[in-house]
């Protein structure tokens, strides 16, 4: 069962992707906020009390790769978790995904128990 009080955000512009993430971890015990581009993303971690973060690479203005970089870039928030999640699968990706300092990589379509499972495994 999840650890009560961590905080996971979730940017994904796809309604639909973001209502069924938030529901499957919401069910386990986590708070879920949602951010539908980067720059609202970044705009909410300025709060500084997010856990993990799952993030879409394909997005809105700012890509998902940029918003991890700048993450990691902030000494306030480079030691939190980002999972990258995308229908992208090419090792190309993959690369530029560990060189921006993702923790871990999820394709999309994705099953339920595997973002379970990398969100209980890096928190």
Do not use: H
């Amino acid at each position: 069962m999840a650890i009560l009080n961590k905080k996971i955000m979730i940017v994904e512009d796809e309604k639909c992707l973001l209502k069924l993430a938030t529901i499957i971890l919401t069910a386990r015990g986590y708070e879920v906020v949602g951010a539908a581009d980067g720059l609202q993303a970044l705009k909410i971690m300025e709060r500084g009390d997010i856990d993990l973060i799952l993030l879409d690479v394909m997005l809105p203005g700012i890509d998902g790769f940029e918003v991890c970089r700048r993450i990691k870039q902030n000494d306030a928030y480079s030691d939190i978790p980002v999972v990258m999640l995308t229908a992208k699968k090419n090792q190309t990706d993959l690369d530029r995904g560990n060189e921006v300092g993702a923790a871990w990589y999820i394709t999309k379509p994705f099953k339920s128990s595997n973002v379970i499972e990398t969100v209980e495994r890096l928190l």
